[in-house]
């Protein structure tokens, strides 16, 4: 019999080995292979730009820009008009050719890939142009001054509207804080998810929930926002408004985990979990929407990580950018996430159990009753 429990303690030992190695690389797996769809080959499709061109000369331009399906093109009247919509973030960048020389308008703090696409594209057409004209005056014969042929290699113009500030120049620094908040949220969750069923259910209780979430999304607000001034970013954004975005954000985050938690149990955590793992890849940060497959770029938007990142890029760089539909969607997941929570703090017990707190207090009193000097008199 002895020999045969340590033969069983072997055995199970193996299995249980075998089944978190399974675990572990079909986790890896997915992954990899997720991460990978979603950005080792971005392709950028109807990335917004727009265009000011004379009635004769736009039908060309507009061409190379539409041709493969990269950029979608918006008609402005004025140089002036193209640069109010890069600031409301209307579109990342566009091209003036109504002048002599075609000017380029861009916005590097929407995302610097885009930027470096519009750069790339422009710069690539200007000199196509260039030779063109060049091989054009050769088969004629004609002679150019000096001066003209310097005027036409010359570097294009380029304009940046938005600039990224000096201590975010790889604009990479939404991605950490989403990072952080994501995975800030979904511990603060787990830990609410063990801590507050340790206690009778009832209203108290749920609200008592609920304002432990708004506390913690509060807090952790601070938090991000006081870090942020360590490294210089986002210092000139106003604090208010970025404290009630981080708050809404991190709420966001906590309420629907905190939600799911309710509903489904521990399990429920893996939807934290997922907004660390996979909401962080496709929010907008490093990789943007237009440049993201169609999955990835409509439930990227739809996700807390992905609305709170456009809310944050907006308030900080374009605060003539229109973020209400982000707010909308950061919203709907703490309201509805705290609804839950209230509900089931309401609703009876499935089954008819003592909490854990009032059963050890109801230990306690008893060992204090045995405890206690009998009186003979």
Known sequence: MT???PAESVLRFRRFALAVCVIGVLVQLGLTAYYLGMGHKAQPRDVPVGLVAPPGGRAEVASLLTERGVFRVTDYATADDLEIAIKRRDVYGGVDITGARPHLYVASAAGPPAANLLRTTFTSVVQQRTAATLAQLARSGDRISVARAQALNAPPPITDVVPLPD???????????TQA?????????MGLGRLIPRTRRSWRRGIAHVSTLIVY?????AVVLWSMGWFGVGVTADRGEMLAIFSLISLAITASTAGAVAIFGSPGAVVGALYFTLGTVISGASILPEFLPDFGRILGVNLPTGAGVQAVRDNLYFPAAEINRHLIVLALYAGIGALIVLVTNMLPNRRNQTSEVELDLAHRLEGAERREPVNLS
């Open 217 to 221: 999304a509060v807090a952790s607000a």
């Open 3 to 5: 020999q045969q429990q």
């Open 167 to 177: 201590d975010d120049v790889n604009g990479v620094s939404l991605g950490f804080l």
């Open 181 to 189: 908040l994501a995975l800030g949220g979904t511990v603060a969750s």
